[in-house]
């Protein structure tokens, strides 16, 4: 694992569109929570997903240690999980579907509490 965060550290820091891409992302991700807005409203979907409403009865029961799962940690595992390990499986041998992958493994892991309920 320490590998994987200290090479992901030296491509970040070698890149030379690095600035660029990082905006570009945020840009899309704030495109991506409007247009999910938009899709979710249209559908009648008021409520929110059993993972969100976790996630705010543990910053509401115990504010910090709640911070820092949500803040720091989560987002930590997440990213090595995803991109670390899953995502350089993939790639090495198909680019495109390691993008798909991955991305639909950590959508659906955040909301397969709701389909599970029904």
């Known amino acids: ?10 491509n970040f820091k ?9 905006f570009m992302g945020l840009g899309l991700v704030y ?6 807005a938009m899709i979710t409203q249209a559908m009648g979907v008021t409520e929110s997903t059993v993972n969100q409403q976790m996630v705010e009865t ?8 709640g911070f820092f799962m949500v803040v720091l940690q989560a987002p930590i595992v997440e990213e090595i999980t995803y991109r670390g390990i899953y995502f350089r499986q993939i790639y090495g041998k198909h680019k495109i ?10 959508g659906l892991l955040h909301i397969i509490p709701d389909f599970l309920q029904v």
């Open 58 to 65: 543990i910053i509401r029961s115990v504010p910090i240690y």
């Open 31 to 36: 495109l991506g929570n409007i247009v999910t």
């Open 14 to 22: 070698n890149s030379d569109k690095k600035y660029r891409y990082v």
């Open 97 to 106: 579907l390691a993008y798909i992958v991955t991305g639909v493994i950590f």
């Open 1 to 10: 694992m320490r590998v994987v965060i200290y090479e992901s550290w030296q």
